[in-house]
């Protein structure tokens, strides 16, 4: 059975970091492309920023560039966000998601994806 399990949230203070990690389960994680998203109260879900199979390829969203970093670790089955120099507007729910029938990441838009994470609140406040 596939399952995506994220953790790693939590509050953090502006300027502050977190790293976020997405555990996956029934499926080999670098086979596939892996996305993070997030919600935030009464927005849209957006794409964050994705890795490719076999690590050849990255997306980050405008906001976040220079900020996150997504990684994969192989032996661990696991993907991870960086996410570095926090701002209040990054305060979200944050979801990794997976299909496995995607390779690449272009587009990053959630109906692409089948199989998600339940999530992890991630709160930047003073």
């Known amino acids: 059975q596939v399952q995506l399990v994220e953790s790693g949230g939590g509050l953090v203070q502006p300027g502050g970091s977190l790293r976020l990690s997405c555990a996956g389960s029934g499926f080999t994680l670098d086979t596939y492309a892996i996305a993070w998203f997030r919600q935030a109260p009464g927005k849209e879900r957006e794409g964050v920023s994705c890795i490719s199979s076999g690590n050849s390829s990255t997306y980050y969203e405008d906001s976040v560039k220079g900020r996150f970093t997504i990684s994969r670790d192989n032996a661990k089955n696991t993907a991870y966000l960086q996410m570095n120099s926090l701002k209040p507007e990054d305060t979200a729910v944050y979801y990794c998601?997976?299909?496995?029938?995607?390779?690449?990441?272009?587009?990053?838009?959630?109906?692409?994806?089948?199989?998600w994470g339940q999530g992890t609140q991630v709160t930047v406040s003073s």
């Open positions: 998601a997976s299909n496995l029938r995607i390779r690449t990441c272009a587009p990053v838009r959630d109906y692409r994806y089948d199989y």
